[in-house]
């Protein structure tokens, strides 16, 4: 057991499939020379060399139009793009071409690859470097979408992540990187399509994604503590393939719902969660599903501003709590 | 930008003798199968058989045919919307392209793709693909893994003279050129994007070649009607590629008899455009030189009858297969063969 960091999680998962199979490779903008912008990627190149850990141009269609060439052809590369704001200069490869291939030519092809992308809000970097992008991607059929909360699962999740012979959108969080936690010592290889419950309880079900899953404990133990009302805490982690099965047998035991999504509100991912609760489990709820989202605006950059518009966990005690209570 | 045939081309038609009559006659045969095959397709399409769209390469049959037989066997080609020709250039049956234009059980990916996506991985064909320029930085990922490997295949990636003004194409050449990755660009300069001559929205003659030197590469231009300049061209750029030297980017005038698509009845062209081109037809260009390097008529009415035979019975084949099983409907999303995105 160590504690490290959700940034050296992300190196030590790379570093560890990298070192098992040699069909891995690694580029991206920054990431061997430097290490990368959030230094998440240190010590890669000096391990395994320029030859599988590269440092490309600033070309976001070439680094994800390459990755695919490569894993249609063999190998199973992991490409960083930077920022995930950034996807939406590439979209064509991960809306049009990663999720199509297979099915288009009735399964002659594959395409097992990653593209790992630094996502999320914090930082105060504005509305273009700062955005929770994950339900850009769950909306496409083909693409698998993860995004992990804690270092433990950086490493489970991006090895499952490797692995797996579909293409994965692999969403580290930004304002997670410095976030430390215990890891087990070895080889740690974990489950796509698996939400974790991080917390039992039996008032309340509440349903949250990266940085929104501390809130979301914290939360739980701020409404235990001044409330008693006991929260199951579910980490997601997997929005495809999605765990409804976790999803719906919490909601089954505590009657409630409340989503916690940092992406703005029209299309985040808790919508589609939260309909297909009301589809499949309407009689299980004793009150209408909540979504706590971002609103739908772009992120300001102020400190001030962007405090105000993510959900924080006394927006999350506030909201549970009113509802209960009503 | 040169309209006229002729004119600015690098390579000139040889008449030495380096090519050899074998290599002759696959390259008469390839083009003879494209033309009747891309032929056959437009008249299907007229009796509502083929469905959908279309993009033929009637009148740009050298380039596929030149390239195609240069390849050898484990060589990959990344085709475009316009990729008929280049599927049947690695030897991919008639039968099954047109099957798939057709909509049949019978086609290459049993009606899943279409008209404009024809793949088929055995003979190396890694797919055709309809957002434009997006297959050129996929070449280079596959190229990359040859590399990586020290597998000997070359990525081989054709389209059209539009594409050069789209920013993956240049994000591609500069990944190929700094990476020296076995990648060899074809640039099929048709003068023409769907409708709009592409001289009216390029900053430089030569949309392809006159890019080149951006990207540390030579600048060719070729007559890209004549199946023996195309071939010598590819031999030298695939030889580059075999040696370690990086890609190649080659523009290859030629030009479409057909429109864009099945629905373009191309009235955007000058007049005499069409006919002058026509002169240059890749087809009537080759028989001659197939004279001139003393092959028979006989043995060229051979081939056509032939091949003509072969789309025949193809045709016949694809007229009576089955529409797809909607069975398949749900198949290969993902690798486990479904498309279960939740338990
Ligand atoms: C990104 C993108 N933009 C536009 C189109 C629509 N489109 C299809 S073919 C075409 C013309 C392409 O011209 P060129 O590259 O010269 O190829 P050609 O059709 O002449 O072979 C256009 C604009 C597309 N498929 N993808
Ligand atoms: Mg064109």
């Keep these: 057991m160590a504690e490290i960091t959700y940034r050296d999680a992300v190196a030590r998962g790379i570093a560890q499939e990298m070192a098992r199979d040699p069909d891995v490779i690694f580029f991206g903008e920054d990431v061997a020379k430097a290490g990368g912008v959030f230094k998440a990627t240190v010590g890669l190149y000096e391990q395994f060399g320029p030859r599988r850990v590269r440092d490309t141009p600033i070309s976001e269609q070439a680094i994800l139009g390459a990755a695919m060439g490569a894993a249609m052809t063999g190998l199973k590369p992991i490409a960083e793009i930077m920022f995930s704001d950034f996807i939406a200069v590439c979209f064509d490869y991960i809306a049009n071409e990663f999720p199509k291939s297979r099915y288009m030519t009735n399964g002659q092809t594959k395409c097992p690859l990653v593209v790992r992308t630094g996502n999320g809000a914090g930082s105060r970097f504005g509305a273009q470097h700062s955005q929770s992008v994950e339900n850009w991607c769950m909306m496409i059929p083909g693409l698998k979408v993860v995004a992990p909360s804690s270092p433990v699962d950086v490493i489970g999740l991006l090895a499952a992540a490797v692995r797996d012979p579909d293409p994965v959108i692999f969403f580290e969080h930004k304002s997670l990187y410095a976030v430390k936690g215990e890891v087990p010592d070895g080889e740690i290889l974990d489950t796509l399509g698996t939400a974790k419950v991080l917390r039992p309880g039996k008032d309340a079900t509440i349903l949250a994604l990266a940085l929104m899953v501390p809130r979301a404990l914290a939360a739980a133990e701020q409404l235990k503590a001044q409330y008693n009302i006991d929260c199951e805490v579910v980490d997601v982690r997997s929005l495809v393939p999605l765990d409804t099965q976790t999803i719906l047998g919490s909601v089954g035991k505590t009657h409630r719902l409340f989503t916690v999504e940092e992406n703005p509100r029209l299309c985040g991912w808790g919508a589609e969660i939260v309909s297909i609760v009301v589809e499949e489990a309407f009689y299980d709820l004793d009150a209408p599903p909540v979504r706590i989202t971002t609103p739908h605006i772009p992120l300001p950059a102020a400190d001030i501003l962007e405090d105000m518009v993510l959900p924080t966990t006394e927006r999350i005690v506030e909201t549970v709590r009113k509802s209960l209570n009503s | ?343």
Excluded at chain 2, 14 to 20: A, C, E, R, S
Excluded at chain 2, 266 to 274: F, S
Excluded at chain 2, 275 to 290: G, H, Q, T
Excluded at chain 2, 313 to 321: F, G, V, W
Aim: with cysteine; hydrophobic share 40%; glycine share 10%.
């Design chain 2, 1 to 343: 930008m040169s309209n006229s045939p002729g004119l600015a081309l690098a390579g000139q038609p040889g008449v030495n003798d380096d090519i050899g009559e074998e290599t002759r006659l696959k390259l008469y045969h390839s083009q003879v199968v494209i033309r009747e095959a891309e032929q056959r397709a437009f008249d299907l399409f007229l009796q509502n058989l083929v469905k959908g769209t279309s993009h033929l390469s009637l009148g740009q049959e050298a380039i596929a045919a030149g390239f195609g037989v240069a390849m050898q066997k484990g060589d990959l080609t990344f085709a475009t919307y316009r990729g008929h020709a280049h599927t049947l250039a690695r030897g991919v049956p008639v039968e099954k392209m047109l099957g798939e234009l057709m909509q049949r059980d019978n086609g290459l990916m049993r009606g899943k793709g279409g008209s404009m996506h024809l793949a088929s991985e055995e003979h190396g064909v890694m797919g055709s693909y309809a957002i434009i320029g997006a297959h050129l930085p996929i070449a280079c990922g596959a190229a990359l893994r040859a590399q990586y490997r020290g597998d000997k295949d070359v990525s081989v990636c054709f389209f059209g003279d539009g594409t050069t003004n789209i920013g993956a194409f240049h994000e591609a050449l500069n990944f190929a050129a700094i990476w020296k990755l076995p990648v060899v660009f074809v640039c099929e300069n048709n003068l023409y994007m769907e409708y709009t001559p592409i001289s009216e929205v390029t900053a430089v003659e030569h949309p392809a070649a006159d890019r080149a030197s951006a990207y540390g590469l030579p600048r060719i231009v070729i007559d890209g009607n004549d199946a023996d300049v195309v071939y010598r061209e590819a031999q030298k750029a695939f030889a580059k590629a075999r040696a370690g030297d990086g890609p190649s980017l080659i523009e290859c005038m030629t030009y479409r008899h057909s429109g864009h698509s099945r629905a373009d009845p191309a009235k955007y062209r000058p007049e005499g455009e069409l006919e002058r081109w026509k002169e240059k037809d890749p087809i009537k260009v080759y028989r001659a030189r197939l004279k001139q390097f003393g092959i028979s008529d006989e043995a060229v009415k051979k081939i056509d009858a032939e091949v003509r035979k072969m789309v025949d019975e193809a045709t016949e084949a694809c007229k009576a297969a089955p529409e797809p099983s909607t069975d398949i409907l749900f198949t290969d999303v993902y690798a486990d063969g479904g498309w279960a995105w939740r338990n």
